[in-house]
């Protein structure tokens, strides 16, 4: 039997080098990533242990490092790597997606936010 679930993070805080324009290639700014991923929860269920379970402090981690060790131009570039990270470390506990939303609250003073979404299934 399998019990698939999402597990994730909303509003992960993060204040980082992204975007096209001079200014934001020199002055760090904020994103906001939530982020969940579906897998089998089964494993983990029955043994109640970290090791066969999808750590949310590891989603917040895995955004963070990756948003503060590297300078963006797009947010795409972003929410792809990010993606690409938990695919690789995840995949064997049977991931069967991914999503990230990635939003930019201080760029566009008349809007909310700009964001990118992105959601990739494993096959």
């Not at 992204?18 to 089998?40: A, F, H, K, L, R």
């Not at 948003?67 to 797009?74: C, E, S």
Request: charged letters at 25%; aromatic letters at 8%; one cysteine or more.
């Amino acid at each position: 039997m399998s019990n698939f679930a999402v597990v994730g993070v909303k509003s992960i805080l993060i204040n980082c080098i992204i975007g096209v324009n001079p200014e934001e290639q020199i002055n760090p700014q904020d994103i906001i990533v939530d982020t969940s991923i579906e897998y089998d929860i089964t494993k983990a269920a029955l043994s109640d242990n970290i090791e066969d379970a999808i750590s949310y402090v590891d989603l917040r981690d895995i955004a963070t490092q990756l948003a503060t060790t590297r300078k963006y131009k797009l947010l795409e570039t972003f929410a792809v790597e990010f993606i690409n990270q938990v695919e690789e470390k995840y995949k064997p506990l049977g991931v069967k997606s991914c999503y990230i939303k990635i939003k930019k609250p201080q760029v566009m003073k008349t809007t909310k936010y700009p964001f990118v979404e992105l959601k990739r299934e494993f096959q």
